[in-house]
């Protein structure tokens, strides 16, 4: 006789026909939805990201996120057991999604991300003249401080010595020439 455990039974693992086609729909639209991602990806691409080494990163994130995203699911669909249907329907999701909908909203997203990167590079160069006018303000305003900061610095001197000493030291010296000549 075979030990059953209390805290597990053999009905806890039947799955019923209802909650199969419920996860199958779920898989269906969990494969648009990755499908969805990657279009932000390949529009990115589109619009000039396309070197190797960024082909190569973006690739790898979504392949981490989308395994990521499928682990999960199959962990809340199937207690966490891969069953071939769930990827079968994932992957049916993200094919009917990429030649039906998805040309369309690519198309629209490859023109939203080139809209995007002109406002960008506008954006940029706006930033970029408004920080050499920064630049060139703050220079002419540091030369200006810079300039009354020593004029205040030599009038202070001035008006810190004695002039009774200032005049004397002038006596004294012309008295030291005479007592030179002499």
Same mark, same amino acid.
């Given at each position: 006789?075979?030990?059953? %455990?209390?805290?597990?039974?053999?009905?806890?693992?039947? $799955?019923?026909?209802?909650?199969?086609?419920?996860?199958? &729909?779920?898989?269906? !639209?969990?494969?648009?939805?990755?499908?969805?991602?990657?279009?932000?990806?390949?529009?990115?691409?589109?619009? *000039?990201?396309?070197?190797?080494?960024?082909?190569?990163?973006?690739?790898?994130?979504?392949? &981490?996120?989308?395994? !990521?995203? !499928?682990?999960?699911? #199959?962990?809340?669909? +199937?207690?966490?057991? $891969?069953?071939?249907?769930?990827?079968?329907?994932?992957?049916? *999701?993200?094919?009917? %999604?990429?030649?039906?909908? *998805?040309?369309?909203?690519?198309?629209? #997203?490859?023109?939203?991300?080139?809209?995007?990167?002109?406002?960008?590079?506008?954006?940029?160069?706006? #930033?970029? /003249?408004?920080? &050499?006018?920064?630049?060139?303000?703050?220079? $002419? &305003?540091?030369?200006?401080?810079?300039? +009354? $900061?020593?004029?205040?610095? +030599?009038?202070?001197?001035?008006?810190?010595?004695?002039?009774?000493?200032?005049?004397?030291?002038?006596?004294?010296?012309?008295?030291?020439?005479? /007592?030179?000549?002499?």
């Amino acid at each position: 006789m075979a030990a059953s %455990y209390p805290a597990c039974s053999d009905d806890m693992w039947e $799955i019923s026909i209802g909650g199969q086609a419920l996860t199958c &729909l779920y898989s269906l !639209v969990l494969g648009a939805v990755l499908c969805v991602f990657y279009d932000v990806f390949r529009a990115a691409r589109k619009t *000039g990201v396309n070197s190797f080494l960024s082909v190569f990163i973006t690739d790898i994130i979504f392949w &981490l996120v989308s395994t !990521v995203i !499928v682990f999960l699911f #199959l962990i809340s669909t +199937t207690n966490g057991e $891969i069953r071939g249907y769930v990827i079968l329907f994932s992957i049916l *999701g993200f094919l009917i %999604y990429r030649f039906t909908i *998805g040309r369309v909203l690519f198309y629209a #997203l490859c023109r939203v991300l080139k809209l995007l990167s002109r406002v960008w590079r506008g954006f940029s160069r706006l #930033l970029a /003249d408004f920080c &050499l006018i920064t630049e060139k303000g703050a220079g $002419i &305003l540091f030369e200006g401080v810079k300039k +009354t $900061i020593l004029f205040a610095v +030599t009038k202070s001197k001035k008006l810190l010595k004695n002039i009774y000493d200032m005049l004397y030291t002038k006596r004294h010296k012309e008295n030291l020439e005479y /007592d030179a000549d002499e």
